[in-house]
Structure formats: structure tokens, C-alpha cells
Antibody, heavy 127, light 107 residues
Framework: QVQLVESGGGVVQPGRSLRLSCAAS????????MHWVRQAPGKGLEWVAV????????YYADSVKGRFTISRDNSKNTLYLQMDTLRAEDTAVYYC????????????????????WGTGTTVTVSS | DIQMTQSPSSLSASVGDRVTITCRAS??????VNWYQKKPGKAPKLLIY???SLQSGVPSRFSGSGSGTDFTLTISSLQPEDFATYYC?????????FGPGTKVDIK
């Protein structure tokens, strides 16, 4: 079945680095864009980053730009999030999500949405 | 950047009630709005995409409407499993922002 499984979370000191992984199965990973979304304790959902299916384009939230890097290895069906210079405010559950496109022929538009989500991995930044 | 707001931030309702949640974008996003349901300890679940299209497998009591800057999620008859937090999200342009959420709890 279609599945995403995150790993790599843990407790890390401020200023240090961590790399998250998201293993995909049950679908052709190389044909889908992928997102990272996070939820800090007691807070709402925050979009973090997206990568195109071939990794050619990446975009980031302002809060992580310059510190986080999203990447993928399509040969391993795996998405990554390299998190550098971590801050206390990066403490959150991190989810990976598949980006699905839907073409509406009535208005010639393609709509994208996150249709498959992992169960999340927890990152705690604390000294 | 596009900011998304939601109202109310929380509401209390009874099983069987009709519930309406509003989402507003800081500038036009056409119909590039999705709605998600989030329960504690669970992954978010897609309910509605492209403002009004029901995701496969989602009960028909959920519906979405709107375009431009104003959007609505409606639950026609609230069920016990619907008590959760609901988020709108725009994917018109990066950064792809979420609204702050609307928590629906039991009256």
C-alpha cells in the first residue's frame, strides 16, 4: 500500500544539525513532488519545504530558508531534510507528504494537494 | 507572502450540528485551497482540494466552496469522529501557507 515513513528525529542541541529521512513505498516516488510540514507543540501546521519530482526545484518557508535543505534520492525512494543551525523554535513533529496533481480540463488548471502523509518524526532542540 | 486566516479559532458543537469554518487569503488564490483534518497524534488528512473537490474516501457530509480570497468548509451533520482541528492551505504560490486552524470540540 502507499506509505511514507519518516525517521531521524531526536533530541539535539541548539546550533547542531540533524537529517530526517522519509521512505516511500507503494507508488512511483520519482513522479511526485514531496513536502515537509511540521507542527510545533500546541501549535498549528507549518509548511516547511517542497521539492519537485526530479529535485530540480526546491522552495522553503522563510523561517527555515538558508538553514534547511530538502533533497531526494529517487533511486532509493527517499526524501530528506537536512536541518542545520537548529533553534529551539524548530522543535516539532515533522511530516513528509506526497504532492499530488489534478488536472481540471474545465479550466485548464492543475491543482496540487498533499494526499499521502507519513506518521511523523519528532525533533526536539534543547540544551 | 500569502497569509491565511480562519474563523472561528475554535467552536463547540453537538453531534448532528451543521458546522461552517471560514478561511480568508490575504490576496487572491483563485481556487488553490485545500482543507485538512488533524487529530492529536495522527497525520493530517486531506478532505477537500481545489476549494471544492472532495477527496476520495472522505464522507460526503464534508464540502468546500469559495474562490478568490474567501473559502468555506462545511460539515453538514457533525459526527463523533469529526471532532478535530481543521486547516485550510493555499498552494497558489510559495511559501505554501496554512491557516492557523479551527478546533471543533464537543459541546
Amino acid at each position: 500500500q502507499v506509505q511514507l515513513v519518516e525517521s531521524g528525529g531526536g533530541v539535539v542541541q541548539p546550533g547542531r544539525s540533524l537529517r530526517l529521512s522519509c521512505a516511500a513505498s507503494g507508488f512511483t516516488f520519482s513522479t511526485f513532488g514531496m513536502h515537509w510540514v511540521r507542527q510545533a507543540p500546541g501549535k498549528g501546521l507549518e509548511w516547511v519545504a517542497v521539492t519537485w519530482s526530479d529535485g530540480s526545484n526546491t522552495y522553503y518557508a522563510d523561517s527555515v530558508k538558508g538553514r534547511f535543505t530538502i533533497s531526494r534520492d529517487n533511486s532509493k525512494n527517499t526524501l530528506y531534510l537536512q536541518m542545520d543551525t537548529l533553534r529551539a523554535e524548530d522543535t516539532a513533529v515533522y511530516y513528509c507528504a506526497r504532492d499530488h496533481g489534478y488536472y481540471d480540463s474545465s479550466d485548464y488548471s492543475t491543482y496540487y494537494y498533499m494526499d499521502v502523509w507519513g506518521t511523523g518524526t519528532t525533533v526536539t532542540v534543547s540544551s | 507572502d500569502i497569509q491565511m486566516t480562519q474563523s472561528p479559532s475554535s467552536l463547540s458543537a453537538s453531534v448532528g450540528d451543521r458546522v461552517t469554518i471560514t478561511c480568508r487569503a490575504s490576496r487572491t488564490v483563485s481556487t488553490y485551497v485545500n482543507w485538512y483534518q488533524k487529530k492529536p497524534g495522527k497525520a493530517p488528512k486531506l478532505l477537500i482540494y481545489a476549494a471544492s473537490s472532495l477527496q476520495s474516501g472522505v464522507p460526503s457530509r464534508f464540502s468546500g466552496s469559495g474562490s478568490g480570497t474567501d473559502f468555506t468548509l462545511t460539515i453538514s451533520s457533525l459526527q463523533p469522529e469529526d471532532f478535530a482541528t481543521y486547516y485550510c492551505q493555499q498552494n497558489y504560490g510559495t511559501p505554501f501557507s496554512f491557516g492557523p486552524g479551527t478546533k471543533v470540540d464537543i459541546k
